[in-house]
């Protein structure tokens, strides 16, 4: 069975830094790309950053670029995103994904919540 765990939010005041973690289970994680998407309130998803089967080759929103790292470990099945100089607009729930075939399948999300 397919699961992607997602972990590490919580409230951190501006400026701050978190380092959410989604682990993989039920695939070979090595063979898919990743990605970390967002949504806030009344908002629609938006994808935030995606990283490749290896690792080698990233990208990020323009809202996030130089603040945000994406990362991946696959000896441990984790995609990692590193989220420094928070800011109150980067309050959404996270979500890891990755697409199986024509599947977009995705993870129950954490809340990140920058507020001073």
């Known amino acids: 069975q397919v699961q992607l765990v997602e972990s590490g939010g919580g409230l951190v005041q501006p400026g701050g830094s978190l380092r959410l973690s989604c682990a993989a289970s039920?695939?070979?994680?090595?063979?898919?790309?990743m990605n970390w998407h967002r949504q806030a309130p009344g908002k629609e998803r938006e994808l935030v950053a995606g990283?490749?089967?290896?690792?080698?080759?990233?990208n990020y929103a323009d809202s996030v670029k130089g603040r945000f790292t994406i990362s991946r470990d696959n000896a441990k099945n984790t995609v990692y995103l590193q989220m420094n100089s928070l800011k109150p607009e980067d309050t959404a729930v996270y979500y890891c994904?990755?697409?199986?075939?024509?599947?977009?399948?995705w993870g129950q999300g954490t809340q990140v919540t920058v507020s001073s």
């Open positions: 994904n990755f697409k199986l075939g024509d599947l977009d399948l």
């Open positions: 039920g695939f070979t994680f090595s063979r898919y790309a």
């Open positions: 990283i490749t089967r290896t690792g080698v080759s990233t």
